[in-house]
T-cell receptor
């Protein structure tokens, strides 16, 4: 399978715990995006990387959130001191630029439930 | 955060019927994308549009990039049970790389 992969697919944690999610983009895709999707809503942008550089962060990304892409391949998204409001689906997408028109391909997501 | 306006919010149709849904924005977009999402999965790209007025088909799906660049339409012809899911429009403005998503249209197909 050469699509975007995410791990874990599901995570249940207690309020106050830290969690980390991993995303492996499509091979050779240089851009990687994180989105968050709450129930009944469309995905909302959190942050994105071009290679190792984090180029943009949304206001949704509070100080408790940090994302990395240390070698320009996989990325991790960490949430510290989780809150119940962090419960959502966290989606990763990747794309290649330049390469004509940029198209983002999404992974299956990590569903987080904070108790 | 900002989300595009999609309508209808949900649709219940019979197998074989045609479906139309649209997406509108108060801002000009230079890219429109249509995705389908099944429960518990990530969005899957259906059609991408890059020019105002562009009409693109993918099998039974046809989408158009509105002339005003503030809207887009998706049509599904002869619906089948596997068309069930949530359809999202998404767009990109100016030089932005991030996508802004619509609120989704939930499609239910009855036999």
């Amino acid at each position: 399978d050469t699509g975007v992969s995410q791990d874990p697919r599901h995570k249940i944690t207690k309020r106050g715990q830290n969690v980390t999610f991993r995303c492996d983009p499509i091979s050779e895709h240089n851009r990687l995006y994180w989105y968050r999707q709450t129930l009944g809503q469309g995905p909302e942008f959190l942050t994105y990387f071009q290679n190792e550089a984090q180029l943009e962060k949304s206001r949704l990304l509070s100080d408790r959130f940090s994302a990395e892409r240390p070698k320009g391949s996989f990325s991790t998204l960490e949430i510290q001191r989780t809150e119940q409001g962090d419960s959502a689906m966290y989606l990763c997408a990747s794309s290649f630029l330049p390469g004509g028109s940029e198209t983002q391909y999404f992974g299956p997501g990590t569903r987080l439930l904070v108790l | 955060g900002q989300q595009l306006n999609q309508s209808p919010q949900s649709m219940f149709i019979q197998e074989g019927e045609d479906v139309s849904m649209n997406c509108t924005s108060s801002s000009i977009f230079n890219t429109w994308l249509w995705y389908k999402q099944d429960p518990g999965e990530g969005p899957v790209l259906l059609i991408a549009l890059y020019k105002a007025g562009e009409l693109t088909s993918n099998g039974r799906l046809t989408a158009q990039f509105g002339i005003t660049r503030k809207d887009s339409f998706l049509n599904i012809s002869a619906s089948i049970p596997s068309d069930v899911g949530i359809y999202f429009c998404a767009g990109r403005t100016g030089t932005a790389s991030k996508l802004t998503f619509g609120t989704g249209t939930r499609l239910q197909v009855t036999l």
